[in-house]
């Protein structure tokens, strides 16, 4: 069975500074993963998609996500963060066989600081 | 704005009622799944319905059921609620069985 796994359940920036969210996964074949964000009640958002093309993968409002065979990662980046950056993202891996059921992980609170 | 419906946004009942959660995909997606989200399980995945059909169940309580309907809008049924079952309730949807999922705004429900 697949799974993902947040490596931080906190992470806290200044804005204008870096963004990095820590997803590890687990697999026994290539995974469809993703990158979902949840403002404070809102749905779930997708940022960006990884289905075996480009292992860089480019999202919405400048994030991006590097997907990486060898340490099984999906960590997610933004060069700069902004207020509206403030929400909780979800990594998450798509099931095959019978369906596509999405396994989300544990989620990451991204704080923005001024 | 996903294009995924959900109504409605809020509900509050009382332990051992019933209710109906109602959601309708983006146009011309043929997938619908259900998902909860509590405090202390997460986001948990409760069952899918491809064109009608089930497809796929996860964790889905026995006191709980779905359906899609021709039109492909979906409904997800609740009965004897306990306390247990507040949470928050997201409905998504997708045009095939690989591709990626649009959620809705979800329906929290209380239960007192």
């Known amino acids: 069975a697949q799974s993902v796994t947040q490596l931080d359940s906190h992470v806290s920036v200044s804005e204008g500074t870096p963004v990095l969210l820590r997803c590890n996964y687990s697999s026994s074949y290539s995974p469809s993963l993703f990158w979902y964000v949840q403002h404070p009640n809102k749905g779930l958002q997708l940022l960006l998609k990884y289905t075996s093309a480009a292992t860089l993968v480019k999202g919405i409002n400048g994030f991006e996500a590097e997907f990486k065979k060898s340490e099984t990662s999906f960590h997610l980046t933004k060069p700069s963060a902004h207020m509206s950056d403030a929400a909780e993202y979800f990594c998450v891996v798509m099931g095959t066989g019978g369906g596509n059921k999405l396994t989300f992980g544990t989620g990451t609170q991204l704080k923005v600081e001024l | 704005d996903s294009g995924v419906t959900q109504t409605p946004k809020h509900l509050i009942t009382a332990t051992g009622q019933r209710v109906t959660l109602r959601c309708s995909p983006r146009s011309g997606d043929l997938s619908v799944y259900w998902y909860q989200q509590s405090l202390d399980q997460g986001l948990q995945f409760l069952i899918q319905y491809y064109n009608g059909e089930e497809r796929a169940k996860g964790n889905i309580l026995e006191r709980f059921s779905a359906q899609q309907f021709p039109d492909l809008h979906s409904e997800l049924n609740l009965s004897s609620l306990e306390l247990g079952d507040s949470a928050l309730y997201f409905c998504?949807?997708?045009?095939?069985?690989?591709?990626?999922?649009?959620f809705g705004q979800g329906t929290r429900l209380t239960v007192v």
């Open positions: 998504a949807s997708s045009t095939g069985v690989s591709t990626e999922a649009f």
